[in-house]
Every structure is written in C-alpha cells, then in structure tokens.
C-alpha cells in the first residue's frame, strides 16, 4: 500500500475518527476537537487550514477551549497545512514536544517479530496493583511524576477492558519492563504505549517480546495495523521489525487555562 493511501486511511479513522476513550469529539469547519470528560486536557487531532484563516481559527481555538476550562494540545503532522503551522502556535504561546515518527506496520503481512518467543516472565497486567507498578516503574525511568497515567490506565481498563491491554516483564517479582495497547474504536488501528526498561535490564530483547504480546492482540480482535508516535531511541527498533515512517508528529501544547 503506498503512503499516500495509508494516510488518507490513518487520517480517516484515527485523526477524523471516533473519540478516544475519556473524551468527547467535537468537528468544526475547519477542526477536530475532543474534549476531555475525566478532567484532562482536551487535543486537537486534525486541521485543516489556509494561509488566509490561520491565525483566525487558532484565536477560535483557545477562545473555545478557554471558555471550556481545559487546556489542551494541538497535534501537528509534517504533513499539515499550512507548513508553518507548528511554527505559528509556537509563536502564540504554545510549547512544542520533541518531534516523534508516525510509524505504522500492516499486521496481514507476516512478520518475523509475530513469532518471537515470549518469555516466562511477561504477565498481562489487569489489576490496580500491576498498574501501580507501571507507575513506579516509569516513574523511577524519566525521574518524574506518572501519577495521572496510572489514574487514567486503571479507569480505562475498569471502563473498556476489551479496548486496553497491558503487559510487564518482572524479575524476581519486580516489574523491570512494560508497554499497553489500545485496540481503537471502530477503526482498523491498534495503538502502542509505553515500553520503558529499567536501564540494568536493557538489551534482553524485553522491547520486542511486548512488541509481539501486543500485536498478537491486535491481530486476535481484528485490528489490521499497528501505530505509534515513536521516540528517536524507539524508531530503529520499530523499522527493525518492519514497522514504516510515514510522517512526524508534534504535541504543540497550550498554555494552562483556569
């Protein structure tokens, strides 16, 4: 399939698509909103912008979202229009994420990670103990609070545990290892989250025994590709496996509203 198409298919199901679990989907003329119904941040999935309406619909933008109480980010593609787009909220006051890869991977083609043995020591986590550990896990990774990520992981399994799946590696009943799922909505896509290893345990080939947990999942509830905004020490790992760049991505946030 070329890129092209597997845009307009990511556009149309993920960007354009139902809204994720927690938020409420909102569809201007010229953007996708989704507004947060737990107390989060709400985002900005898709635009579609002119050189003449730019400046104007970003106003509309925060104006909205400043009545509503809710910051928020607006996701930038190196795809979007107009080119500077990310440039133009940056100089409105909105601080820009380190760029990340879109990559996706068809999972009807065989692929050699598919068959890669799990070890013993992965477990599906499915309770608030196991997520806790998540926490504490990420926590001790990137030196900062993951206290809101396990609030949001233990609701969403509790709400749709068909929809999020997670998985650990432990040894001696540590948790050294671990990454989630979540199988979209209505869509043809499942999306990666996580696979943070604790430093001693890197190199085990933990990363892509979750990798395949994970997509065995998907495949087993008929998800046909695999999608995730990939980190530059994630990437080659991720081509690795097959996995393709089809674009770049930047959480461009909001200044906080109260």
Wanted: glycine share 6%.
């Amino acid at each position: 399939m070329e890129d092209e198409q597997l845009l307009g298919i990511f556009n149309n199901q993920i960007r354009k698509g139902p809204a994720p679990i927690g938020y409420r989907k909102e569809v201007s003329p010229n953007t996708v909103r989704h507004i947060s119904t737990t107390g989060e941040k709400g985002f900005i999935s898709y635009s579609s912008l002119q050189e003449g309406n730019v400046e104007s619909v970003i106003k509309e933008e925060i104006e909205y979202f400043k009545r509503m109480k809710q910051s928020f980010e607006w996701k930038v593609y190196s795809y979007d229009q107009p080119k500077e787009l990310k440039e133009i909220l940056l100089n409105k006051g909105f601080k820009v994420d380190e760029e990340e890869a879109l990559m996706v991977i068809s999972l009807e083609q065989h692929h050699s990670f598919l068959d890669y043995p799990l070890p013993n020591e992965l477990k599906e986590i499915t309770d608030k103990f196991g997520i806790d550990k998540i926490v504490q896990l990420e926590n001790e990774i990137w030196n900062e609070s993951h206290e809101e990520l396990g609030m949001r992981l233990w609701r969403d399994k509790q709400t749709y545990p068909n929809s999020l799946y997670l998985y650990g590696v432990y040894q001696e009943e540590r948790l050294v290892s671990a990454a989630w799922i979540y199988l979209e909505t209505d869509t043809s896509f499942a999306s990666l989250w996580g696979g943070s290893t604790l430093s001693p345990y890197r190199g085990r080939g933990y990363y892509t025994a979750l990798l395949a947990a994970r997509a065995r999942k998907a495949l087993e509830k008929g998800h046909r590709y695999l999608t995730v905004d990939a980190s530059t020490m994630s990437r080659p790992i991720l081509e690795k496996a097959g996995f393709h760049c089809l674009a770049f991505s930047y959480g461009c946030q909001s200044p906080t509203f109260t």
